[in-house]
């Protein structure tokens, strides 16, 4: 009898032990699924932001504002560019304070 006890003892810790490996397998199934879905549901935010991005940049970048604010600054550079008119002869240019 003994002999059957241990056998039985064993065939029931095999049992749980594979049932323990098939919870955990499909908890990682089910994991692997939600990170995945997670993932594309990502992605598809992200396609969203970057086509609301690249809509304002297209709308900003044609309108007359920023065309007219282009031009007065590209005008502000060149007068930088300009050189400064030449110290009266015999005075000290300014220093600044």
Request: net charge positive; aromatic share 6%; glycine share 2%.
């Amino acid at each position: 009898m003994t002999a059957f006890t241990s056998v039985s003892a064993v065939a029931i810790i095999m049992v749980v032990l594979a049932l323990v490996a098939w919870s955990k397998a499909e908890k990682a199934r089910k994991n692997e699924d939600e990170a995945t879905k997670q993932r594309d549901k990502a992605r598809a935010r992200f396609k969203l932001a970057r086509e609301a991005v690249d809509k304002f940049h297209t709308q900003v970048s044609e309108s007359p504002e920023v065309a007219t604010s282009k031009q007065f600054f590209l005008r502000g550079q060149d007068i930088c560019r300009k050189p400064s008119p030449p110290a009266l002869p015999g005075r000290l240019p300014r220093r600044p304070r």
